[in-house]
């Protein structure tokens, strides 16, 4: 038994030791977060990811940290999706994407600090009818432009950057982009001399100013750097553009490490207060990534949502935020132009189905909003069953509301429209893994709560890029989908969007076809947008929202609410939910 | 003689082999969806994918097709992958760089633990140990590799916080030149010890993740081997002349219950290999498994075509290695099929 | 020269023969348990077998699907030891424990579905090549051998992808796997019995292809068949499970792996119920037929490997 089987023994003995080498070392080692002195942020190139840094760097768990931050000289902030564009000219509203171009590009007016009112950015001030840079008539407006102001290419902005940048937008036209925003309010545009800008309407708009003009579609690009790089070809994207923003804002871009973050660091030549740090953007973590690497203190901000915000509530050294609604309402959508050799195998829907309103207040009516609102919300949202958000001028309260399920009601309204026994089978397409997927999964019970065996939801939960592509599609390869709105600061861009029958969606998803009285709903809406008297705007506007409870082309499942999570040290934070998501200029925000 | 033919059989062989795979791959290719789907940027205008229609010859019928696309895969005309936003090629390197730093050191750990493991056992068949051994071998088999990464995670990550997550930390990553795109040689490239350890720190629990599986599939075989190796007639002798020297037996028969566990070094490799798929997930490790995993959620055919063609020509070859090797270290193996 | 007897074996060897198998039979068995760990694997098998089979009795079959979560919305992320909630709920709600029991029936459901595929289509491609020989053989081999040549997970991730993420996807990428095996162990147990002497014996007498083939070939081969379809009842799981995890499969089914996918994002927050114990259970599924298999292969055929 003396040198039997010591060979073995031997090798199992060195791998324990290993082991317990490796143990000694963990617990004795320092906190491997102590990075060296007055790191800066990365030089990496721009460009084609060669250097592959990481995921997210959740270093320790345990919360060790003083009064010191982590990763001084920069703002980490931990984001969910990818963006797939950083083009204001081809960014999909509500996309990551538009959260970069909120950083690094400008516009002429922008949404300001507190409240949906413009304040003067690009332009060096706002027009007023006051100041004559109105007319009269409300269809002419004039921008004076602010001299002195460079792009990160070092090349200097006047107006005719800017005439560039929205013909350069209504010219590509991208489906995925926002040109319409543009192109159905601007009739003519010109430059009256290098730091004066002149835009002509079609008719009078009173959204131009505060959903228009700001919006991220109307960014100010560099010409210089779009001509040097492909320049603008009508229906084409720009695959420069796409991935090296170039703008005036007061964050430079430095790189974009797909699938891993976005760098960016503070422009020198900014015309405004420059930013305090630099900046980067982690990409793709996932909620549990989020909230740890929060606790840890690797981030300094994180995307947060209603389903996990309790799990970062009261961790130490971190602060909640949980007041006030986001304006995005989460919808279902209804499309009556599907080709039915689109939809999934599995999907039976009967002739008209979705163009009866009756069969759509059904759908409203069966709703478990109480689970949704409540549960999965945990309480952050509240009802709203129509295009005009909580928060928003010209939102009713005694408007009428579907705000709790009514399994009866639809029932009568489904055998009214003669579709209960025959019923139907939906797939109902959305993002995986968010707040999109569990509305859905409401959706779903709240039809299996029907008991009728006939009717039954699928709930098909793809990938985000998947989801975007059907999202993009005109007609869309599913019956139903489940989004959130993008966020305006004008009632009328949200019925434009999502209610008028020759709208944005109005034409995707054929609301002609639905609306019992779609001239009366285009009528209505088209009244709002051009009443310039708020007082009379309103009323035209609760009337609308009468019209549309009455006969809905969305479901609403509820309105978001507000939730921010950042540490304790961030000095300066200020959210506006009109900004897109997540609400942040990184450039007021320091640390310390 | 017969070891060179058979390896000159085996090599003539490979190319078969390899164009077999290459022809499911373009199976799959055209069952899921449209043919140049893999080719296609957004933003193309028509006359680009008319083109591209042209010179894969999408009208002429199947194998000229699969002519033309094997004529591209071999020119290096790997597609474009939509989660890389980049031509295959560009992205493949430093991806592959770090999946092989994750599996070569799963693979040590596995065997050095594994030979170790599997020589203990064997020696003690059918006793405690030996029980204890195989329960651990099959259960490292049989272990799915997600819930025993996450069961991992939550211990050393979450509740004891020793370990971190993904490949770096970004600052100190940032600090060195990549050469070779493999963090821990280009950290002591660049002497940068911070870095050195930074890299070992990232790689420690996603290799023992890994390694466990192919941990046990060796001890396994070893185990095995050598219980066989001891019932040989010259262990008997041995024995019965009453060698006095067992541990020269042990020798003996341990060297060669090594030879077939050689092969079973090789079979590990395509398990570390699937199972980085798996790994790279949870572990947040940014090489080609979790490349492939992102490609399969989100339809990018380029990419998952390039892994199945790059991980069966890489798992072919390796086999045929293996096998070389173990003709030449048994010269007793038939050398029929 | 033996004088054989023209026309059926005389009963009485007939009998014997039957016997020999008998008590083959109960010999199996007292070795089989003589193992500790085989009899482990055997316990965990019928335990979840159990599970599976009496699935409805144990939890409230959902209506209207069954194979569907059921969602309690007031009840979300509670854990284990809440009221009406066992072993915990999930993030929407979905209760662990039916997880568990109903995804025990869908792992027998895909388990017996994938293995009864691949032991008949292996079996007959297998027997084919085994019997034509020559050309026919080479083919059949060379193309085994391509199969072969892709890592399973692969193989099965790249044609679960391409055909799309459903349940019944997952069933047939997995199908298209794990066939190979089966035809090369079928087509080496031709090989090997076609050159016993018995074979010649019964083609002597006259016996047809088809008999001898399955009165003589079939049984004895059938025992490698046996051992592989107990590995792969295990294995299949485990890899069908892997593909769910990664997210091939549909959202909010009773599946563990979906479920261990759908839980990890508590596990920060240190909700780790919903997705250990589905976890676990692949576990134990994949490691009783392992333990069993392997037990059974070592009292069968402690000399031929088997791959896993």
């Known amino acids: ?592 | 003689m017969q070891i060179r033919d058979y390896i000159l059989r085996r090599l003539m062989v490979l190319p078969v082999l390899i164009i077999g795979v290459s022809i499911i791959v373009f199976a799959l290719t055209r069952v899921g969806g449209s043919p140049i789907g893999v080719y296609l940027q957004t933003g193309m205008t028509q006359e680009e994918v008319t083109e591209l229609e042209e010179r894969f010859h999408l009208d002429d019928p199947l194998p000229v097709q699969y002519a033309y696309w094997a004529g591209g895969v071999l020119t290096g005309e790997l597609g474009w992958s939509g989660v890389a936003a980049a031509p295959v090629t560009d992205v493949f390197l430093p991806k592959l760089a770090a999946t092989m730093e994750l599996a070569v050191s799963a693979a040590l750990v596995a065997v050095v633990l594994g030979i170790a493991l599997g020589t203990f056992a064997g020696a003690r068949r059918n006793r405690l140990p030996d029980h204890i051994t195989r329960v651990f071998s099959i259960s490292g088999a049989a272990m799915p590799l997600f819930w025993f990464a996450i069961l991992l995670l939550i211990v050393f990550w979450v509740y004891l916080g020793w370990f971190p997550i993904g490949r770096s930390d970004p600052n100190i990553f940032a600090r060195i030149d990549h050469p070779t795109n493999l963090y821990t040689i280009d950290s002591l490239l660049a002497g940068d010890f911070g870095a050195f350890k930074d890299a070992i720190w990232h790689l420690i629990l996603p290799a023992a993740t890994l390694g466990y599986g192919a941990t046990a599939i060796i001890a396994r075989m070893m185990r095995s081997s050598l219980v066989e190796e001891l019932q040989e007639d010259y262990v008997d002798a041995a024995r019965a002349k009453g060698l006095p020297e067992r541990l020269v037996l042990r020798r003996h028969a341990r060297r060669n219950a090594l030879i077939p566990t050689v092969t079973v070094i090789g079979l590990s490799f395509g398990f570390l290999l699937q199972g980085s798929v798996v790994a790279e997930i949870i572990f947040r490790w940014p090489g080609l498994g979790r490349w492939m995993a992102d490609s399969v959620l989100r339809g990018d055919q380029a990419t998952i075509m390039a892994y199945v063609l790059f991980t069966s020509v890489l798992f072919l070859v390796v086999n045929l290695g293996v096998d070389v090797i173990y003709a030449y270290l048994d010269r007793r193996v038939v050398l029929g099929e | 020269m033996v004088d054989v007897p023209a026309g059926p074996l005389p009963t009485r060897v007939a009998d014997s023969a039957l016997r020999v198998r008998a008590r083959r039979g109960g010999e199996l068995l007292l070795a089989l348990l003589k193992n500790p760990t085989t009899v482990a694997g055997l316990v965990f098998i019928v335990l979840l077998l159990g599970m599976a089979v009496f699935a409805p009795l144990i939890t409230e079959p959902n209506t209207p699907d069954a194979y569907q979560m059921p969602r309690d919305w007031g009840a979300l992320a509670v854990p284990p030891g809440s009221p009406g909630h066992p072993l915990g709920t999930t993030n929407v709600g979905g209760d662990v424990l039916y997880g568990l029991v109903w995804g025990a029936r869908t792992s027998l459901r895909l388990s017996v579905i994938v293995v009864s595929l691949t032991v008949f289509i292996g079996v007959t491609v297998g027997s084919i090549a085994g019997f034509k020989g020559g050309k026919v053989d080479e083919i059949l081999m060379r193309i085994v051998d391509v199969f072969l040549s892709i890592p399973e997970l692969i193989f099965a991730l790249a044609i679960a992808a391409v055909l799309g993420p459903s349940f019944r996807n997952i069933i047939l990428a997995l199908a298209v796997v794990f066939w190979v095996k089966y035809a090369r162990i079928m087509r080496a147990q031709i090989i090997h019995v076609k050159e016993n002497e018995y074979v010649d014996a019964a083609r002597v007498i006259g016996d047809s292809s088809w008999r001898i083939y399955f009165k003589d070939i079939l049984p004895n081969s059938i025992t490698p068949v046996v051992v592989q379809a107990t590995l792969d009842m295990g294995n299949i799981v485990l890899v069908g499970a892997t593909l769910s995890f990664i997210g091939l499969s549909e959202a909010g089914i009773a599946e563990w792996g979906v479920l261990v996918s759908e839980g990890q994002s508590g596990i920060s927050a240190g909700r780790w119920w919903a997705s250990t114990f589905p976890g676990m259970m692949v576990f134990l599924w994949a490691l009783g037929f392992n333990l069993f298999g392997d037990g059974l292969r070592d009292v069968l055929d402690p000399k031929t490997e088997t791959s896993r």
Request: hydrophobic share 40%; proline share 7%; charged share 20%.
């Open chain 1, 1 to 592: 038994m003396n040198r039997t089987s010591q060979s073995s023994s031997w090798g199992l003995f060195l791998s324990v030791l290993v082991v317990l080498a490796l143990v000694a070392a963990a617990c004795s080692s320092d906190d491997p977060a102590d990075t060296t002195v007055g790191t800066s942020a990365p030089t990496t190139t721009a460009g084609s990811g060669s250097t592959d840094t990481t995921a997210p760097p959740a270093t320790t768990a345990a919360p060790d940290t003083g009064t010191e931050v982590n990763n001084p000289g920069v703002f980490v902030h931990g984001a969910d999706d990818e963006p797939s564009t950083l083009d204001p000219a081809q960014v999909e509203p509500g996309e990551g994407g538009e959260t970069v171009i909120l950083q690094v590009y400008e516009r002429l007016l922008e949404i300001g600090e507190s409240g949906p009112e413009p304040v003067a950015s690009l332009a060096t001030e706002v027009p007023t009818v006051a100041s004559g840079l109105i007319s009269a008539d409300g269809t002419v407006f004039t921008f004076p432009l602010r001299e002195g102001v460079t792009f990160h290419d070092g090349t200097p902005f006047t107006a005719d950057d800017v005439l560039f940048s929205w013909e350069r937008a209504m010219t590509m036209d991208l489906p995925d982009g926002a040109a319409g925003v543009l192109s159905d309010t601007v009739d003519s545009m010109r430059v009256v001399d290098d730091f004066t800008f002149e835009v002509t309407l079609q008719e009078p708009n009173a959204a131009f100013l505060n959903a228009v003009v700001p919006a991220m579609v109307s960014s100010i690009v560099s010409q210089d750097a779009v001509e040097a790089n492909g320049g603008v070809v009508a229906g084409e994207f720009n695959e420069f553009m796409s991935g090296n923003p170039v703008g005036t804002g007061a964050y430079k871009f430095v790189a974009w490490n797909r699938g891993e973050d976005l760098q960016f660091e503070v422009y020198d030549g900014y015309w405004g207060t420059p930013a305090n740090l630099d900046l980067r953007i982690e990409i793709g973590a996932s909620p549990d990534i989020r909230v740890l690497g929060l606790r840890a203190g690797d981030y300094d901000t994180i995307e947060a949502d209603p389903s996990f915000i309790g799990d970062v509530q009261g961790a130490e050294g971190v602060t909640v935020d949980g007041e006030g609604l986001t304006v995005e309402p989460i919808h279902i959508g209804f499309n009556l132009k599907f080709d039915p050799a689109d939809l999934p195998d599995n999907d039976r829907i009967p002739d008209g189905f979705l163009n009866d309103p009756r069969v759509r207040q059904a759908f409203n009516y069966v709703f478990d909003y109480n689970a949704f609102v409540n549960a999965a919300l945990g309480g952050f949202g509240d009802f709203n069953p129509h295009y005009i958000p909580q928060g928003i001028f010209g939102y009713d309260p005694a408007a009428p509301v579907y705000d709790q399920q009514d399994l009866a009601k639809a029932e009568e309204l489904f055998r009214a429209a003669g579709y209960w026994d025959e019923g139907f089978s939906i797939s109902v397409v959305t993002e995986e893994a968010n707040l999109f997927e569990v509305a859905a999964l409401v959706f779903k019970d709240s039809i299996d709560d029907l008991n009728n065996p006939n009717m039954e939801i699928t709930v098909a939960a793809v990938a985000e890029a998947v989801f975007d592509d059907a999202h993009a599609s005109d007609p869309v390869p599913y019956a139903m989908w489940v989004k959130n709105a993008d966020p305006f600061a004008d009632p009328n861009a949200y019925l434009d969007s999502y209610a008028l029958p020759d709208g944005e969606w109005g034409e995707i998803h054929d609301f002609r076809a639905g609306y019992a009285d779609a001239d009366r709903v285009q009528t209505l809406i088209d009244s709002a947008r051009v009443e310039l008297d708020p007082a009379a705007r309103a009323v035209i506007l609760s009337e609308i929202q009468q019209v549309l409870f009455d006969d809905p082309m969305w479901l609403i499942a509820a309105q978001e609410g507000v939730v921010s999570a950042r540490r304790d040290w961030v000095q300066g934070y200020i959210s506006n939910p009109l900004w897109p998501r997540p609400s942040i200029r990184f450039a007021l925000l320091d640390k310390g």
